[in-house]
């Protein structure tokens, strides 16, 4: 199994300003994937980040806005850009195979 | 590309009845199916999932999924619901990295 941390779990932001998100996992992963849930929605993959390359970005989501980082096997970082109120949501990254999928416990992000 | 859809956003029943929700995927590979739950104010909880073999899949709280290839779906069953189990429910499909892409969600409302 994998363990998750996600920080930070919860923030507070001005609308303008920017926010990173980190994932650490405690095993070596190939890939992680970036989520978001808006409010009252389901959740929506962001992007997938592999080590060593470019994270791909899913439709309607862009490097500009939602810059990624993945430095090595067991880290990620996701930054929200430029923030606006519509950026309020639960951010979730997830690792692992079909098999077994594992999720952070999620960063609830407020922007005001 | 693979997506989800799921019949019902909202389900209201009694407590004692049965409940069947939709979901029908499409994608072009060999799918692994799930269903989560989300209860409120809770993160995703995995419900359980088919990747291959029995289409008649067991999992957590006494729900159960089959899987009907012909018709692309994976129906979620629960023979009898407490009020306990009003909750949010999306399925979801994962490509073959674990890249997950889920439906809209169905509100689940059990009332006594």
């Known amino acids: 199994s994998a363990v998750i941390s996600q920080k930070p779990s919860r923030d507070i932001c001005q609308r303008g300003t920017s926010l990173t998100i980190q994932c650490q996992v405690d095993?070596?992963?190939?890939?992680m994937f970036w989520y978001r849930q808006q409010p009252g929605q389901s959740l929506t993959l962001i992007a997938t980040?592999?080590?060593?390359?470019?994270?791909?970005?899913e439709s309607g989501f862009v490097i500009d806005k939602f810059p990624i980082s993945r430095p090595n096997l067991t880290f990620s970082t996701l930054t929200v850009s430029n923030m606006s109120p519509e950026d309020s949501s639960i951010y979730l990254c997830?690792?692992?195979?079909?098999?077994?999928?594992?999720f952070g416990s999620g960063t609830q992000l407020s922007v005001l | 590309a693979q997506s989800v859809s799921q019949h019902n956003h909202h389900v209201i029943l009694s407590e004692a009845a049965s409940l069947e929700l939709g979901c029908n995927y499409s994608?072009?590979?060999?799918?692994?199916l799930f269903w989560y739950v989300q209860y409120p104010g809770q993160h995703l909880q995995l419900l359980l999932k088919?990747?291959?073999?029995?289409?008649l899949v067991k999992g957590i709280k006494g729900f159960e999924a089959e899987f009907i290839k012909s018709k692309f779906s994976f129906n979620l069953r629960k023979p009898s619901v407490q009020w306990s189990d009003t909750a949010e429910y999306f399925c979801?499909?994962?490509?073959?990295?674990?890249?997950?892409?889920f439906g809209a969600g169905t509100q689940v409302v059990v009332t006594p």
């Open positions: 997830s690792v692992g195979n079909p098999e077994k999928l594992f």
């Open positions: 095993s070596q992963v190939t890939m």
């Open positions: 980040a592999n080590q060593g390359s470019e994270a791909t970005y």
């Open positions: 994608y072009g590979g060999t799918v692994n």
């Open positions: 088919y990747f291959s073999g029995d289409p």
């Open positions: 979801a499909v994962s490509d073959s990295w674990g890249k997950l892409q």
